[in-house]
């Protein structure tokens, strides 16, 4: 049994891309060895920014020998029929079998078809795997490029090693050919690796600081950032995607913590941990609610100024070096005074929005057209107010509901025992459900929700609460999108009950009306969603 190894070396990979390729690569060499008929067991499959490796454990030397049949012209039939069955048969005509078929002598060839040796197979399946590779998005390079049947790749593809036990599989795909030289860690090994075999590829890459394995560099990522938090007495924000996009952007990933400047925490923290994630690829760190001040080690905790429960973001993140640097210090000093000026951004657009109120943002929204046949954002609050007015006084939404009165399900708008039920009258819940629903979408003209689309409907929450509006319509403005997947919490609080189902009603009945609806395939105004929020 036989062992091969190939590796395909290009310019860096996105980290986005990766996974698909891992699978992309398993699937394109699965159908060629099967074309030859090789059975392929476990495959190991791994992936870094500047690499795609296969290794196939327990191959077979060569392909069995085939024996093959072909029917012919019947006979009687033109010599010119029969001896160009021959020739495409590859058989001499003394060879031919006649066979009864259905009352009917039929010229057949048995062809016998001689076992390949794998190192042919696979010299073979290569060019067509890189040829028929599918990326989400490729590019042509060199000279060649100007031939639209030239090699495309994610990036310029480099190099190719293909080893089968050792040996070099000799084949070349648009003037790249095989060899088994490959390259290190960009800036920790110069010149080029020579491999010897399968065995010996991850470790020889590891002592040319390149950890092959993504799922190694995933843990290494998880667990060092989870023990310098530690080492700080903090808490790291759990990010799995994170991980794996860091994972994904490194070779020899290092974990690193660094601090930046407290008067940040001012910042909601989910615009911190958004502008470190998205801009940055950073992880933030969070310790438990506190009083205002600095802790024992100096660590300043966030005073969250809206909403409970949100997470006491204190002024640290850990980035992810692709270096082991000599002095750590100097590398964290420079992530963070790129997370200062991002930070520095995102501060800019909390202030500014607070400049306005959300009543003067809400007039910019009958600049953002909601649907050419439905009129414009400002037209939807129009009606989503109406309407959750209408829920309130016709008793849909109640105040003080019972949340187990008439049965084991609670009454919708009815609140959870976190959630008090709501103090005032029917006409002050209306008038709360109409006033929140007027605001709901005021955030998505604001500055941070243009920055960060994410967090629209929090936004506007805290600027409700900065506002100085009632606790109900901060609530509701923060809550109405919700629930926005199976996991999500339900709202119970009325007001937000209110405004929640009369945005989704007003969503579902409009496109509806428009015949705009979703398909098998397609829901592109997320109505299904809508509907099971409702």
């Known amino acids: 049994m036989s062992d091969f190894l ?9 980290a986005r891309m990766q996974a698909g390729a891992r699978a992309e690569l398993e699937k394109l060499f699965r159908r060629e060895l099967d074309a030859a008929g090789v059975a392929v067991g476990d495959l190991t499959i791994w992936s870094t920014p500047r690499r795609l490796a296969l290794i196939a454990r327990g191959l077979p030397l060569a392909t069995e020998a085939v024996s093959e049949e072909a029917k012919g012209p ?34 057949f060839a048995v062809i016998e078809q001689p076992g390949r040796a794998m190192a042919d197979v696979l010299a073979a399946a290569i060019p067509a795997i890189i040829r ?12 060649a490029s100007i031939a639209t049947e030239s090699l495309r790749w994610v990036r310029p593809l480099s190099g190719i090693v293909a080893l089968l036990d050792g040996e070099v599989v ?89 601090r930046f400047d407290e008067a940040f925490l001012d910042v909601p923290p989910e615009v911190i941990q958004l502008t470190a994630r998205v801009n940055q690829k950073y992880f933030v760190c969070q ?8 802790s024992g080690d100096g660590a300043q905790l966030h005073e969250v100024p809206a909403f409970a429960g949100t997470h006491h973001v204190a002024n640290a993140f850990i980035c992810t070096a692709n270096i082991a640097a000599l002095d750590p210090a100097v590398v964290v000093d420079g992530n963070r005074k790129v997370l200062a000026a991002r930070l520095s951004d995102a501060r800019f657009f909390w202030e500014q929005d607070q400049k306005k109120t959300l009543a003067e943002h809400a007039k910019g929204l009958g600049r953002i057209t909601f649907h050419e046949k439905l009129g414009t954002v400002a037209d939807k609050v129009e009606r989503v107010a109406k309407l959750a007015r ?10 003080n509901a019972n949340p187990r009165e008439g049965g084991d399900l609670p009454q919708v708008g009815a609140p959870s025992p976190e959630v008090p039920a709501f103090a005032g009258t029917r006409e002050e819940l209306a008038d709360l459900a109409e006033a929140a629903a007027r605001l709901c979408k005021a955030d998505l003209v604001t500055e941070m929700v243009g920055e960060f689309p994410e967090l629209q409907g929090l936004m506007g929450g805290y600027y409700a ?59 592109p105004f997320a109505l299904r969603r809508a509907a099971l929020g409702i």
């Open 132 to 143: 028929d590779f599918s990326w989400p998005k490729s590019m042509r390079w060199g000279a």
């Open 287 to 294: 310790r438990a609610p506190a009083k205002a001040g600095a």
């Open 390 to 399: 209408w829920l309130v006084e016709s008793d849909i939404v109640t105040p």
């Open 170 to 258: 000799p084949c070349e795909v648009d003037g790249i050919a095989s060899a088994r030289e490959t390259a290190g860690h960009r800036f920790h090994h110069e010149g080029l690796i020579t491999i010897g075999s399968t065995d010996d590829y991850a470790e020889k890459l590891r002592a040319c600081h390149v950890i092959v394995d993504h799922e190694e560099r995933a843990a290494i990522i998880r667990e060092g950032a989870v023990k310098a938090a530690a080492d700080a007495s903090l808490t790291l924000v759990a990010d799995e995607g994170l991980v794996i996009e860091n994972a994904g952007l490194t070779e020899w990933p290092v974990p690193l913590l660094g």
């Open 6 to 14: 190939l590796e395909l070396r290009c310019e860096e990979i996105p």
């Open 465 to 523: 609460v900065k506002e100085g509006l009632p606790r109900e319509v901060s609530d509701a403005i923060r809550d109405h999108y919700k629930p926005v997947g199976q996991g999500d919490d339900v709202p119970t609080a009325p007001v937000t009950v209110a405004v929640s189902l009369a945005d989704k009603m007003d969503t579902l009945v409009g496109f509806f009306a428009v015949d705009e609806r979703p398909t098998g395939s397609k829901d």
């Open 74 to 107: 019947p006979e009687g039939a033109p010599d010119a029929a029969i001896d160009g069955f021959c020739r495409k048969a590859g058989v001499e005509r003394a060879a031919l079998e006649l066979r009864d078929v259905k009352g009917r002598m039929t010229y």
